[in-house]
């Protein structure tokens, strides 16, 4: 999809062809912050779809992922580029033989040819549009986060042996948090918002019904409404939408045609990781499986 070709309509069909249910708030927020070229920031659950929205824009405009996943202490050196420093010292011994001056021996060693490009610097450098995706921002030091100020606000950054690098195509950016910690006005400013709740029960049942095809209709929609109704319990991890999948997966793979209190207890470790979360669903089985049959 280029630039020119994109509308709404186009957005909806790139999502279809990838195979990603949504709303129509989604569509349009994603619509959005590609024809006003604006990162997208996606707060939201864990395994809500935040990270799959960028896989998906990427393949909706056939082009490359970009990601860079953030962490406690992530560094300019591991997100933007760092020093190729063997070949630099390489290239320092062969023109010393040579008799170079220093100054020029620092124009060669400083120059794109010793540059390690990491994901931001190879998103900005990119040919073509790419899809950036900084993934759990939230993680990342508030300093980090500053730095990435420059690059979300005007799609550039400052090296200080080179100079400012700008975007040759500006790339479209995802930002996901998962709101570990509070982020900053400044970062939210730059960016276009989503909250990105996990789907209701009719919508992930399509979901079901599109990525395990094979599952029985009404097997699916008791696994949809079991989890939806899981969700509402306080629970330590909630289930992705991914686990829901492996949950359905493993029914089918089990050959259980309904969902009843065996089914259940003999699965239920698949969407739960954590045994006081299996614990507090045992003892709601009743409530659960009376939601999961709920016509």
């Not at 549009?129 to 990342?140: G, T």
């Not at 500053?146 to 479209?172: K, M, Y």
């Not at 079901?208 to 029985?216: F, G, N, S």
């Not at 979360?277 to 709601?284: I, M, N, V």
């Amino acid at each position: 999809m280029s630039a020119a070709s994109i509308t709404p309509e186009a957005v909806r069909a790139g999502l279809e062809r990838a195979r990603y249910l949504t709303t129509a708030r989604v569509e349009t927020v994603l619509y959005l912050a590609l024809v006003l070229e604006k990162p997208l920031l996606i707060e939201g659950p864990a395994g809500a779809g935040k990270t799959e929205i960028a896989k998906v824009l990427a393949t909706t405009l056939d082009t490359d992922l970009v990601r860079l996943q953030c962490y406690e202490g992530l560094d300019e050196a591991r997100a933007l580029y760092e020093w190729n420093y063997q070949k630099q010292l390489l290239r320092i011994q062969a023109d010393r033989a040579q008799h170079l001056h220093w100054t020029e021996v620092t124009q060669h060693i400083f120059s794109h040819e010793y540059l390690l490009e990491r994901p931001l610097l190879k998103a900005l450098t990119a040919a073509r549009k790419v899809v950036l995706l900084i993934d759990e921002i939230d993680k990342a030091d508030e300093e980090f986060e500053a730095f990435l100020l420059e690059i979300l606000g005007d799609f550039q950054v400052s090296i200080p042996e080179l100079g400012t690098i700008a975007a040759r195509v500006r790339p479209a950016v995802v930002l996901t948090s998962n709101r570990a910690r509070e982020l900053s006005e400044a970062l939210k400013r730059r960016c276009l918002y989503l909250y990105l709740e996990f789907p209701g029960a009719e919508i992930e049942g399509r979901i079901v019904a599109l990525k395990v095809p094979e599952l029985d209709a009404k097997l699916r929609e008791q696994v949809a409404r079991f989890v939806n109704a899981l969700r509402k319990l306080d629970l330590r991890k909630a289930p992705s939408i991914a686990e829901t999948l492996d949950w359905a997966r493993a029914l089918r793979a089990l050959g259980i045609r309904e969902l009843d209190s065996a089914a259940v207890r003999q699965t239920l470790n698949l969407v739960l990781k954590h045994e006081d979360d299996l614990r507090r669903a045992e003892g709601k089985l009743g409530t659960l499986l009376s939601a999961a049959n709920k016509p």
